[in-house]
T-cell receptor, first 115, second 113 residues
Framework: GAVVSQHPSWVICKSGTSVKIECRSL??????MFWYRQFPKQSLMLMAT?????????EQGVEKDKFLINHASLTLSTLTVTSAHPEDSSFYIC???????????FGNGTRLTVT | EDQVTQSPEALRLQEGESSSLNCSYT??????LFWYRQDPGKGPEFLFT???AGEEKEKERLKATLTKKESFLHITAPKPEDSATYLC??????????????FGKGTSLLVTP
C-alpha cells in the first residue's frame, strides 16, 4: 500500500528556535500534501494544503509566517515551525494525495515539544 | 457547528461483544466519507471509503455503512487488538480545501479480554 514517511518522529526544541519536519511519499507521486495538527484527545485539524510548485493555502487562524511550508517536489513537503513557543507543542501529521479520489495516506506524525 | 460528530466518545467492550460506532455529518456535497484507525502516537491508518448512501464495505471484523446523514462502523466479535481510536472524516465538495479531510473527534475503543 501507499507509504508516507514523516521525519523526525519526535523533536524537543528550545523556545525561539525553528524546527523542520519532512513528509515524503515513498511509492507514489503526491501533487497535494496536507498538514494537520492534533492536540491531546482532540481531532486532527487541517493547517494547510500544499501543492507541488506553488504556495501553500493556509486555513483560517494558521499563521503562514510561523508555519512555513515548502513542496518542492512530487514526493517531498516540509513544514518549518519558526520561532517556536511552548503553545506550538503538538502532534503534527502530514498526509499525501496521489490520484484524485484515492484515499489520503498519513505519515506517523511528529511529536513536537517546545521547552 | 461541527461538520462531523462521532459517538460515543469512548466505548469499552468485552472481547466478542459486538457494537457500532456512529458518525453524523453535514456537507454541502459529499465527495467521500472515510474511516481511519489511529493507535496512540501514530498517524491514522486507512480503513474504508464510502461514496454514496447505501454503500457498505467490510474488512475482517469491521463493516462500514453509509446513509445521507450518517455512517456506522460495526465491529463484530472484537478482539483486544481492535482497541484504538476510530476516526471518521469527510471530503466536502463545497470545501475550499479540495480533497482535504474534515475529521470528527473520534471514538476511543477499548476491548478487554
Amino acid at each position: 500500500g501507499a507509504v508516507v514517511s514523516q521525519h523526525p518522529s519526535w523533536v524537543i526544541c528550545k523556545s525561539g528556535t525553528s524546527v523542520k519536519i519532512e513528509c515524503r511519499s515513498l511509492d507514489f507521486q503526491a501533487t497535494t500534501m496536507f498538514w494537520y495538527r492534533q492536540f491531546p484527545k482532540q481531532s486532527l485539524m487541517l493547517m494547510a494544503t500544499s501543492n507541488e510548485g506553488s504556495k501553500a493555502t493556509y486555513e483560517q487562524g494558521v499563521e503562514k509566517d510561523k508555519f512555513l511550508i515548502n513542496h518542492a517536489s512530487l514526493t517531498l513537503s516540509t513544514l518549518t515551525v519558526t520561532s517556536a513557543h511552548p503553545e506550538d507543542s503538538s502532534f503534527y501529521i502530514c498526509s499525501a494525495l496521489g490520484r484524485p479520489g484515492s484515499p489520503l495516506h498519513f505519515g506517523n506524525g511528529t511529536r513536537l515539544t517546545v521547552t | 457547528e461541527d461538520q462531523v460528530t462521532q459517538s460515543p466518545e469512548a466505548l469499552r467492550l468485552q472481547e466478542g461483544e459486538s457494537s457500532s460506532l456512529n458518525c453524523s455529518y453535514t456537507v454541502s456535497g459529499l465527495r467521500g466519507l472515510f474511516w481511519y484507525r489511529q493507535d496512540p502516537g501514530k498517524g491514522p491508518e486507512f480503513l474504508f471509503t464510502l461514496y454514496s448512501a447505501g454503500e457498505e464495505k467490510e474488512k475482517e471484523r469491521l463493516k462500514a455503512t453509509l446513509t445521507k446523514k450518517e455512517s456506522f462502523l460495526h465491529i463484530t466479535a472484537p478482539k483486544p487488538e481492535d482497541s484504538a481510536t476510530y476516526l471518521c472524516a469527510v471530503q466536502d465538495k463545497g470545501s475550499g480545501s479540495g480533497y482535504a479531510l474534515n475529521f470528527g473527534k473520534g471514538t476511543s475503543l477499548l476491548v478487554t479480554p
